[in-house]
């Protein structure tokens, strides 16, 4: 089992940064892939990001490629978003997930475990 708890969140300006951070608890962390989802007010959640057990393997959705990076720290079991050059497009909840296996995914259903999720706002 792993219990994931997000923070990071916010209120910034176009083209400022945030950086969203993924708290996990549970001894085998370091097995498990990540990854970063965002749901805007009236769409479906959406993939933004993952990583791979040991750090090395990323993807990104094309809409942030460039702007977001994901990384870990499985010293610390903690994921995090770096996001840059952030738009008002960019405004969702953010939830940070975690599956049960080492390699990378792109859709929510392969996921196990989810966080919250923190609010991320982006003002014109």
């Known amino acids: 089992q792993v219990q994931l708890v997000e923070s990071g969140g916010g209120l910034v300006q176009a083209g400022g940064s945030l950086r969203l951070s993924c708290a996990a608890s549970?001894?085998?962390?370091?097995?498990?892939?990540m990854g970063w989802f965002r749901q805007a007010p009236g769409k479906e959640r959406e993939f933004v990001a993952t990583i791979s057990w040991g750090g090395s393997g990323t993807y990104y959705a094309d809409s942030v490629k460039g702007r977001f990076t994901v990384s870990r720290d499985n010293a610390k079991n903690m994921v995090y978003l770096q996001m840059n050059s952030l738009k008002p497009e960019d405004t969702a909840v953010y939830y940070c997930a975690g599956r049960d296996r080492p390699q990378v995914a792109g859709t929510k259903g392969e996921y196990d475990y989810w966080g919250q999720g923190t609010q991320v706002t982006v003002s014109s």
């Open positions: 549970g001894r085998t962390f370091s097995r498990y892939a």
